[in-house]
């Protein structure tokens, strides 16, 4: 495993497209087997290193659960209890952590330190939330909607919130699965134009879906059948009373929701602030499957685990 110059390059997640659409469906096939089936051997003998640049409680334990449920072990390591807060490059911490371990789970700020883990990596690296996509997650809220709807298609899909890395996921997965998803984000906090940009041409190459850009809540909810939406202020940003000046009425309250389909459920990543970005009784209330969604977190978990280490397993 030490010797990185005659292995090809590990299969890991860094974002989404890292697995293709067409491995997908068999993805969460597997992963209603594990949900079904917790306990599993496959990865009997083997250690994910969990590395934590920003806090976590729904990414480390998952993971840590994940890997305990397929046999297999877990070592966390958090900037203040490593090297890494002392400035040990990425590329060594990875190359050393690859020696030990047989996959890598990454929380950290830029897409490129994940990138960078990714390359110094001998063993698959998952990207467990950068400032630009949290894949693990939106990969499960869509597989907590193939559960509920039966398909991820002819759906309405709105984003309601800041267009963050969770926005940028989401509509990675619009142009990867063809979906219709409209984004209403206050002026100044859109998504990234380049990952619209690349999303919309994904679109336009598969002929499906599409993908509105509004700053009118309502617009964005009329007739959706998921709502999603996450914190005002992620993790790693500073500018936290003005952003909570700025995303006034971008809340999923039941007045919204009224404006979505009748049977529409509501998603949230949690952690929730109640009051903020979503009301206390939408989001413990009947529609909200952020519970499920946040449960779904482990069975998702173990099968791209499974995926990045030996993807004939979930084929
Ligand atoms: N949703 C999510 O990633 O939660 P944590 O920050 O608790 O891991
Ligand atoms: N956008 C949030 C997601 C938390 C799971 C953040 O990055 O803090």
Redesign the pocket.
């Known amino acids: 495993m030490s010797d990185t110059t005659s292995q090809p390059t590990p299969r890991g997640f860094l974002t989404l497209a890292d697995i293709p659409v067409a491995d997908w469906p068999a993805v969460w096939d597997r992963t209603r087997a594990l949900e079904t089936d917790r306990l599993a051997t496959t990865f009997a003998g083997k250690t994910i290193a969990l590395v934590f640049e920003k806090?976590?409680?729904?990414?480390?334990v998952s993971f840590e659960v994940a890997a305990y449920e397929l046999g297999g072990n877990s070592v966390v390591l958090s900037t203040d209890g490593s090297q890494l807060a002392r400035g040990e490059p990425v590329a060594d911490t990875a190359r050393v952590l690859a020696s030990y371990c047989h996959a890598i789970m990454v929380?950290t700020f830029g897409q490129e330190r994940v990138a960078a883990f990714a390359r110094a990596s001998s063993v698959p690296v998952i990207n467990?939330?950068s400032d630009q996509h949290?894949p693990?997650?939106v990969a499960t809220d869509l597989y907590t909607v193939r559960e509920h709807f039966g398909r991820i298609d002819n759906l309405r899909y709105a984003w309601i919130g800041d267009g963050n890395n969770m926005a940028q996921s989401w509509l990675e997965a619009a142009g990867m699965f063809g979906l219709d998803l409209l984004l209403a984000c206050p002026e100044g906090y859109a998504p990234d134009p380049d990952h619209v940009r690349s999303a919309r041409a994904a679109q336009q190459a598969s002929g499906r879906g599409s993908i509105v850009l509004t700053t009118d809540p309502r617009e964005a909810a009329a007739g959706a059948h998921v709502l999603s939406t996450d914190v005002w202020v992620s993790m790693g940003q500073t500018d936290e009373a003005q952003r909570r000046i700025d995303f006034q009425g971008y809340c999923i309250d039941p007045a919204l929701l009224a404006c979505a389909a009748p049977d529409a459920i509501v998603l949230h990543?949690?952690?929730a602030h109640r009051g903020e970005e979503i009301s206390g009784d939408v989001l413990d209330g009947p529609r909200s499957l952020a519970w499920k969604q946040?449960e779904n977190?482990l069975h998702v978990a173990k099968a791209i685990l499974e995926y990045v280490m030996r993807p004939t397993v979930v084929r």
């Not at 806090?55 to 480390?60: D, K, L, M, Q, V």
Request: glycine content about 6%; proline content about 12%; aromatic content about 0%.
């Open positions: 806090p976590s409680t729904r990414t480390r929380r467990g939330l949290h693990c997650q990543c949690l952690p946040a977190r």
